[in-house]
């Protein structure tokens, strides 16, 4: 099992950026790709972006050109560094990991809230 732990969320105003990062820990080496997730109110929880262990990456439409994945392996530690924020970014943001697939989460963080004021 692996323990993601999300930090990095607030309040931001419409073109601002944050930068969220989530801590792994545990059995680490069973990860293949690891993801962030969002849940906006009154919606559906969304795949923002995933990234590969060998270092692919792919973006939800809505946030391509603004937002971008990245890991440091070293740190055991992913990121997503948000840019050009806009209120409909306003979600509760959730780190997840998989041993297979991107769409099938087998470890979830809590979650971090950012709120994207217009």
């Known amino acids: 099992q692996v323990q993601l732990v999300e930090s990095g969320g607030g309040l931001v105003q419409a073109g601002g950026s944050l930068r969220l990062s989530c801590a792994a820990s545990?059995?680490?080496?069973?990860?293949?790709?690891m993801m962030w997730y969002r849940r906006a109110p009154g919606k559906q929880r969304e795949l923002v972006a995933y990234?590969?262990?060998?270092?692919?990456?792919n973006y939800v439409n809505s946030v391509e050109g603004r937002f971008t994945i990245s890991r440091d392996n070293a740190k055991n530690t992913l990121y997503l560094q948000m840019n050009n924020l806009k209120p409909e970014d306003t979600a509760v943001y959730y780190c997840a990991a998989s041993r297979a697939s991107p769409y099938s989460p087998n470890d979830w963080g809590q979650g971090t809230q950012v709120t994207v004021s217009s």
């Open positions: 990234i590969s262990n060998g270092g692919s990456t």
């Open positions: 545990g059995s680490t080496f069973s990860i293949n790709f």
